[in-house]
Structures are given as structure tokens and as C-alpha cells.
């Protein structure tokens, strides 16, 4: 196999050029005087460069973006080396650097969606949101939507480690199957945690046995004392996943009536649920 070097760029001779002028015919004071010139040049050959699926020439860039072309060629080749745009053919496409923002900025946009989401939630029923998927055999809390007047479940003990003793992971547990479940408890032993928590694998089994796939999972006091749980089982894809609310125990009479509620619109939010598995 062997090796080729990359064309270089066209060499341009150099041209004497005068500074940008001002966005105005102001001195160089005030708010304008703050920005940087080549940031935004080099931004708007990205943009311009985003514009094109197939590449583009460096002299057609020169002239859809406005930029002298001895200009356009010194930010082009710096942008290559920096991994933004990379230049194939003569042609120049948006490089990997480049990509991972963008990757990164939808995986932001899919979070705030599912927060906002369940922020809706939160607010309509009045008790903190849960959402949770048992994914590569750990339970992964994805979204607490939580106010300062009702506040989320304190997580005193690892919610990975102590799935026999909250709602949330008796639901995700329920789901699975018996192998599973027994893999799962093999790595994290129950153990309890409050006087009412399951005492040991035996009987968590047989409860989670006598839990039908989609029943409303209720937990009181066995993660916390003072709180109680409710969980909803939901299924996305191939997924185990969860919904959850949680209140005081003073108020456990909300619980079932609020959970029911959740339980019946759920279904509005399974768009929500899928597009979080990717995140």
C-alpha cells in the first residue's frame, strides 16, 4: 500500500489589502469593536461549506461568501488543520471536528425535548417525573423532572445497586426475564435498606414473578423511609423502561390516582421515550 500526498492548495500571490472596514462608519468604539473579524469569516465558510452536500471549490466559496479569495484560501487551510473542513478533489466538505458539534448540539436539542417533556408532566400531575431503561444490565435513571415544592427522591443509596429496594428498579426488573433478573441480583445482592425493604432474593423473586409485564408497580418505604413510589412499565423497542413518580408518605393517597393518570396518557410520550434511548 502506498502512500500520496495530499495537492496543496493553490498558491496566491500575496496582495497588499487594506483592514475590513468597520460595520460602520463609526470609529472603532462601541459594541462592534469586540468582535473578531477572522472568527466570523471562518464561521461563515462553515456555514457556507454546510451549505453544500457535495463540496465546493475554493473560488466559488470566495464568492458566496464575499471574502477576498486570498483570505478565503488562509482560513480554508486553517480550518482543514484544525479537522472543521477537510479537502478532497479541490472540493471542500465539512470535516469531523465539525461534525461532533453538530452531533453534539441534536443530542442537546433530544435532551431539552424529553425535559421538557416531562417538566409538562411534572407540572400537570404535581409530584416528581421519573424515567429510567434497563440497558447493558444496569438500570440508567435518564430524566428527574422535579420541583423545588416537590422535590425528587433523594438518592441516598445508588440507584444501580439498590434496584430490589425502589419502584423504578422492581419495574425495570419485572420485565426482564428470569435469567436476567438472576443476573442482575447475583451483581447487586438484595440488602435492606429500611425496615420495610424485601429481605432477601427469594422473596423479591416471587414478587416480581406475580408482577404481570405491564402492571403499576407501587413501592412504600423500602428505598426510603417517609416516601412512597409508584412505577410504570413501558415498553420502547427492545427496551425496559420506566416511568416514575414519588410523593411523602403523608400523601400516599395521591399516589395510585396519580400514577393511574400517567399510566392512561402515557402513550403521548412514547415519541419522547424513543427519541431518549439514542441519547
Request: contains cysteine; neutral net charge; hydrophobic residues 40%.
Amino acid at each position: 500500500m502506498s502512500l500520496t500526498t495530499p495537492t496543496p492548495l493553490p498558491t496566491v500571490p500575496a496582495q497588499p489589502h487594506s483592514p475590513d472596514p468597520p460595520a460602520s462608519g463609526a470609529a472603532a468604539s462601541g459594541p462592534t469593536a469586540t468582535l473578531i473579524g477572522s472568527v466570523q469569516r471562518a464561521m461563515r465558510l462553515l456555514e457556507t461549506v454546510a451549505g453544500h452536500a457535495h463540496g465546493a471549490p475554493a473560488k466559488q466559496l470566495a464568492r458566496e461568501t464575499g471574502l477576498a479569495l486570498p483570505t478565503t484560501y488562509h482560513l480554508l487551510r486553517t480550518l482543514v488543520h484544525e479537522g472543521y473542513l477537510r479537502r478532497d478533489k479541490g472540493l471542500f466538505f465539512l470535516g469531523e471536528a465539525a461534525e461532533r458539534l453538530s452531533a453534539a448540539g441534536a443530542q442537546q436539542k433530544r435532551r431539552s425535548t424529553v425535559a421538557d417533556a416531562f417538566a409538562r408532566w411534572r407540572d400537570a400531575i404535581g409530584v416528581p417525573v421519573y424515567y429510567a431503561v434497563y440497558r447493558e444490565g444496569e438500570i440508567t435513571v435518564m430524566c428527574v423532572s422535579d420541583t423545588p415544592g416537590n422535590p425528587a427522591v433523594e438518592e441516598w443509596a445508588d440507584f444501580r445497586e439498590t434496584g430490589h429496594a425502589h419502584a423504578i428498579g422492581q419495574c425495570l426488573l419485572s420485565q426482564l426475564d428470569e435469567r436476567a433478573r438472576r443476573d442482575h441480583l447475583d451483581r447487586y445482592p438484595v440488602q435492606p435498606l429500611t425496615p420495610y425493604t424485601v429481605r432477601d432474593s427469594h422473596s423479591l423473586l416471587r414478587r416480581l414473578e406475580r408482577t404481570r409485564r405491564m402492571d403499576l408497580v407501587i413501592e412504600r418505604q423500602e428505598y426510603a423511609v417517609g416516601t412512597v413510589c409508584a412505577a410504570i412499565p413501558v415498553t420502547v423497542g427492545s427496551t425496559a423502561a420506566t416511568m416514575a413518580i414519588s410523593l411523602p408518605a403523608h400523601q400516599a393517597d395521591r399516589l395510585l390516582p396519580a400514577a393511574q393518570r400517567l399510566q392512561a396518557e402515557a402513550g403521548a410520550l412514547l415519541g419522547t421515550l424513543a427519541l431518549s434511548i439514542s441519547i
